[in-house]
């Protein structure tokens, strides 16, 4: 899913980076079919277009702050 990533030599995206320069520095990181099975569903609700909506809409993080806070504050590391 690069095609996300910012474009030109200047990406942090390395696979954005390559087709600008026209180099193969990028090597992909090989996941195990059963793990990518299981996270692919959360990655593709991840990208909801109600879920999007949302967050632009918000035009803060300061929600997610606070969530994030609180999530910390329950859970010990």
Request: aromatic share 8%.
């Amino acid at each position: 899913m690069h095609d996300y990533c910012p474009k030109g030599n200047n990406s942090w995206c390395k696979w954005q980076k390559d087709q600008a320069n026209g180099t193969s520095s990028f090597k992909p990181k090989n996941v195990v079919p059963a793990v990518m099975q299981e996270i692919l569903p959360t990655f593709d609700s991840l990208w909801a277009e109600n879920l999007l909506q949302s967050v632009l809409e918000s035009l803060s993080q300061n929600n997610n702050d606070v969530q994030n806070h609180l999530v910390c504050d329950i859970s010990p590391k």
